[in-house]
């Protein structure tokens, strides 16, 4: 089959996607597959191309300016019009335009099939305030929250000063900031004191246009991931940091996985029945990463959920996967056949 891997783009995500992106490309080859591998902002790879990319080289890095970001966006729609023919494009995109419907919408006007979730169910997932909505008119419990006020950077010391006071007196310390529409934890920032909050806001807001405060839920770090119809195995994340941050998650030796995790049966089978109801919530449909807080009083918490989740060999959804007795190659090709099922292709 002739797949084109799509990877790189040119969101805070970037340095995961390729990370990836590659390693898929070579599992599908594994499989038998022809596969081309395309960065968002150069083209086809080659050979000599991947291997510089795979040692973190040169192309992996792009000019910082807003300006030419800019432009390497607005020619997306040109850029996929020239991805060889392809009876399939797998996306190892993350973040930005790769995650947030924009690249799904466009390929949906080529008709070319694509691995994970269309336009509506990725950018509603993207956007953290809309899900959680959405999770808690499905019965999902997740944290309470509240939403950076816009304009945060003009507004005055007193403005800022009263909305801590009200995210202290609603949400209680500690809090996690994060912006509402990025992933990796790309932004994020626990607050325990009020004195801190605004500049982790400010931080957020560099990174979006939207801000979310979230209740911090303690406890342990859960996650479940969704292959077609099934929830895989449930994963627990024990972090050497508070949290599972952007550090834990790409560095090896930061964060300790177990799959299955040390939960009872009913537990297991409790958390698998919520995260097949975000899952449906948010009209995912292919693969997705549900993660969630597990309370010290043994309540499930839904954080949110990861339409394009990572696949480096630290990721989730693999260690799922392996614990399933599925390959990381027969997951890339099950996931391949999944986007030709969905799209009536099979």
């Not at 997740?142 to 005055?156: E, N």
């Not at 297991?268 to 097949?276: C, G, K, N, P, V």
Request: charged content about 20%; hydrophobic content about 40%; proline content about 5%.
């Amino acid at each position: 089959m002739k797949i084109t891997v799509l990877l790189g783009g040119t969101s805070a995500e970037r340095d995961v996607s390729l990370a990836s992106g590659l390693r898929v490309a070579q599992a599908l080859r594994e499989r038998g597959h022809q596969v081309t591998a395309f960065d968002t902002t150069h083209g086809v790879l080659s050979a000599g191309d991947e291997a510089t990319l795979s040692a973190g080289q040169v192309m992996k890095t792009l000019p910082p300016d807003t300006h030419t970001l800019a432009r390497l966006n607005a020619q997306m729609p040109t850029t996929l019009r020239s991805i060889p023919e392809t009876e399939v494009v797998f996306l190892g995109l993350h973040g930005g335009q790769g995650e947030d419907g924009t690249i799904q919408a466009l390929l949906d006007l080529t008709g070319v099939p694509y691995t994970g979730t269309g336009h509506l169910g990725s950018a509603l997932a993207m956007d953290k305030d809309l899900s959680k909505h959405l999770f808690r008119a499905s019965g999902v419990p997740t944290p309470d929250w509240l939403m950076a006020p816009r304009g945060w950077s003009s507004m005055s010391e007193s403005v800022r000063k009263r909305f801590d006071e009200e995210v202290e007196r609603t949400l209680h310390l500690p809090v996690i900031v994060k912006p509402s529409k990025q992933g990796s934890t790309v932004g994020l920032t626990l607050v325990r004191r009020r004195s801190s909050l605004s500049a982790a806001i400010t931080e957020a807001f560099a990174f979006d246009d939207e801000v979310m405060i979230e209740q911090f839920v303690a406890g342990r770090e859960m996650t479940v991931g969704i292959l077609g119809d099934e929830a895989l195995p449930v994963g627990e994340i024990i972090p050497t940091h508070e949290i599972y941050d952007y550090e834990c998650k790409y560095t090896a030796g930061m964060a300790r996985e177990v799959f299955p995790a040390d939960l009872t049966s009913d537990q297991t089978s409790e958390i698998q029945r919520l995260a097949m109801l975000a899952f449906r919530a948010l009209k995912l449909r292919g693969y997705a990463r549900i993660d969630f807080r597990m309370s010290p009083q043994g309540g499930f918490f839904c954080l949110e959920a990861n339409t394009l989740p990572g696949m480096t060999e630290l990721s989730l959804i693999p260690q799922a996967a392996a614990a399933a007795g599925i390959s990381f190659p027969e997951l890339c090709e099950r996931i391949v056949h999944l986007a030709l099922n969905d799209r009536g292709n099979s």
